[in-house]
């Protein structure tokens, strides 16, 4: 046998040994990665109910009506008594809950508790090292708890685990290629948690399995609120001047009014840019956001189910701004979706919308 | 098959084995650690070779005027740096219990462009009193730190009006809680 074949031979073994060993790690450690947003269908979601939050209740019977059957539904709440009061409130549609009951104060915002990553045999739902403003909020120092609370609760299928980072589950958006990262986790890790971008970018990596896209310019607030990705290759990013040219037609009360200044605009276009380089085609979608910052007439707040060849979005409408909900739900439609809408209306005074009020544990 | 041949297709393939795996492992890397990592005991932000990081705050504090802040400079190199630098408080706080986020940060206090140089010799240390003037309420308190177009998040604290009150053992948190839950 010539030196030539015997170089080969060693090679081949060689590069096949070390995919042997990349393939068992991946499946000892978990080959765990951060759900993606519109991969896969809805096997099992998260939602919240508390007293004092039936604003959520208009969104949850519209949405839960347009959800398929076999979605899991668990909604948490702090005890029997919200939970009968929330039963009562959805009628028929409570028969399909699955109630978690935790004890202990807490909110109506399922998304920014936790991540889930989905795992050969687990899924994992990971909370964030301490939630913003828990010293002097009771009910967010109790939505510290709901991880492990879910997790005790469907326990065999279901682990909780507490990051080393600070960060609320919407500042984490996953795709297949990418976790894109909200400004906050920034700010909030930075010489807090850890010393510099590159160990921030490591951390986020361990945490994801996925490689995080920071979005250092974005607007001040939960990624899902200014950006949405609906497939491999394509993101939807909110534009303020596309709802400027609509906002004409009629919008409804907004908090300050609706804030359509170049520094705001700066702030989505510098998303689309740090998409558009990272290989995204990038289109947009019109977006009000308010003096105030925080409450947003938003279309990439969406819930996606991935199922079947024409994938469907649950997409937050709002009344009073029905020529914005018309031009939402066509881009929705040329990004190849078919649109159910659920009318976010109460919500959004509250800084939050579908995406923020429901938490997706288990896809296909 | 002679030594010779074996031995070059072992080397071959330990070459090719570490190789690949050099090139393959990082990607591969999974979220198999979240759990609580460490804290950086002191954030600083390091400008031109100088540190800027403030005293360590009480983590909680009562309504009323806002603590003074020291803003510690440090340059251990072996040349004199000059370098502008702001200090800002930002203040939020939840706008209801059911609220999603607290609201939009707003700033209490920001230095005055006059008196944002600093000058500092080699070695030298120098520690800075900020007294805002700001009366703090309920919420929380953000001291960002900011120079050479970086900031960072240089210290942290919550106003409580509960601040260091202990009942049974329990934080103030907990004791705020209680106080709630009580009809």
Known sequence: MNRLRLRSLGLALGVLAALGVVAWKHTATGGAAMLSEYEGALRGIVIHYAPGSDFVLPVYRQFLQQLPADVRVYVLCPDADAYAQVRKELGALSSRLQPVLVGHAMTAWSRDRWIALRGPRYTDVIGPRGEAGAAVWPQRQGDQRLAADLAESLAGRVRARTSGLYFDGGDLLAGQRHVFVAPDVITRNLQRTVSSMAELEHALQRLTGRTPLFLPEAPRHHAAMFMMQVSHDTVLVGDPSLARSLAGQGLPPLPGGADFSPPTQASFDSVASVCAAAGYRVRRIPVVPTADGKCYLTYVNVIIDGRGPRPTVYLPIYQGAEALNAAAERIWQEAGYQVRAVDCTSTYQHFGNLHCLVNVLERT | ?183
């Open chain 2, 1 to 183: 098959m002679t030594r010779s041949c074996v031995l070059t297709v072992v080397v071959w393939a330990a070459g090719a084995f570490a190789a690949t795996l050099a090139l393959l492992l990082p990607p591969a890397l999974q979220a198999v650690d979240p759990t609580p990592g460490g804290t950086v005991a002191t954030p600083a932000l390091t400008v031109n070779g100088v540190s800027l990081s403030i005293r360590p705050l009480a983590p909680t504090t009562r309504p009323g005027p806002a603590p003074v802040i020291e803003l510690v400079a440090a340059n251990p190199t072996a040349a004199p740096v000059g370098l502008t630098y702001e200090v800002e408080l930002l203040a939020t706080a939840p706008s209801s219990p059911m609220s999603r986020v607290m609201v939009m940060p707003r700033s209490l206090y920001r230095t005055p462009p006059a008196e944002n140089r600093l000058v500092l010799e080699a070695g030298q240390t120098r520690t800075i009193a900020i007294a805002s003037g700001a009366t703090l309420a309920r919420g929380e308190i953000q001291v960002i730190v900011r120079s050479g177009g970086n900031q960072i998040m240089a210290g942290q604290f919550s106003v409580s009006a509960l601040a260091g009150a202990v009942a049974d053992g329990k934080p103030a948190v907990a004791v705020q809680q209680s106080l709630q839950a009580q009809p």
